[in-house]
């Protein structure tokens, strides 16, 4: 594929994302300079002052919503991204409102219980659309033990031995390489393949 | 026999997913279950049988993001 082929291709291409942390927030930001052309963000919390070790706020917007400063920051950064930034809650039963014109959704969410959640309504609901996930975001190291795994429409980049963060550390490293990997993977779907 | 994430198990008749989640030692409600690729909603788990020969998929989602 050529180079102008994969930017045309981004450029039309949307992404919806569950959650602005330590995945969502990495996930737009890097997607956003590849150059994804649009990006529908829903999270409700705002920046606290730690949070700021793994996610991609600074410290003059601690106090601010989230999806406020992701889509400040992304457009300080890049040129020509819609960032449909939106601060509301996912409530159940509803989880794929928001998602439902985007071609792929990556799950950027906190707790086990809510990514079950919206994972199983998209994939009921919205059976056509690609679904990112991830699991094990937890702890330092293991960058061996993480793998994806593919199962129809759900992507799922886990590590098995990943400590769950109600037991463990969130670091910027393990955080960010969970979120990239998640990003890496939207790019191989919106793109039909991996480009070597 | 059923397969459970690629590895084979006694079918038990009449067995649930509950019960099967419940035998494999799974903690309700941090997973997905597929059979034969189609998604249970979690609300159907105590209801859905698991078929003699099911592929079943059980994914685990751990806290954190």
């Keep these: 594929m050529q180079n102008s082929e994969i930017t045309a291709r981004l450029k039309e291409a949307s992404v919806g994302i569950a959650g602005a942390g330590g995945l969502g927030s990495n996930v737009a930001m890097t997607l956003a300079r590849a150059g994804v052309g649009r990006l529908v963000i829903v999270d409700m919390d705002l920046v606290e002052k730690g949070n700021l ?28 991204v819609v960032v449909d930034a ?60 993480v ?15 990943g400590i769950p963060c109600e037991e463990g550390i969130l670091t910027g490293p393990k955080v960010g390489l969970m979120a990239h990997w998640q990003a890496n993977t939207v790019m191989e779907i919106l793109l039909g393949g991996s480009c070597e | 026999m059923i397969t459970v994430n690629g590895n084979g198990r006694d079918h038990v008749p009449d067995e649930t997913v509950s019960g099967l989640l419940k035998r494999l030692n799974y903690i309700f409600p941090l997973v ?31 806290s954190g993001g």
């Design chain 1, 147 to 161: 793998s994806l795994r593919v199962s129809g429409t759900l992507y799922l980049i886990e590590d098995p031995h």
């Design chain 1, 86 to 145: 939106r601060e509301v809650m996912l409530d159940e039963g509803s989880m794929d409102e928001p998602f439902r014109d985007v071609d792929i959704i990556v799950e950027a969410l906190d707790l086990a219980e809510t990514k079950v959640r919206l994972i199983e309504e998209v994939l009921i609901k919205l059976p056509k659309t690609p679904i990112v996930a991830a699991s094990g975001v937890g702890g330092i190291g293991g960058s061996e033990r």
């Design chain 2, 32 to 62: 997905i279950v597929k059979i034969n690729g189609t998604v249970v909603p979690r609300d159907s788990f105590p209801s859905v049988n698991v078929p003699d020969g099911a592929t079943v998929e059980v994914i685990h989602l751990t």
């Design chain 1, 53 to 80: 070790d793994r996610q991609c706020f600074f410290l003059d917007q601690v106090g601010m919503p989230k999806v406020e400063a992701l889509k400040e920051n992304i457009e300080r950064a890049v040129e020509g």
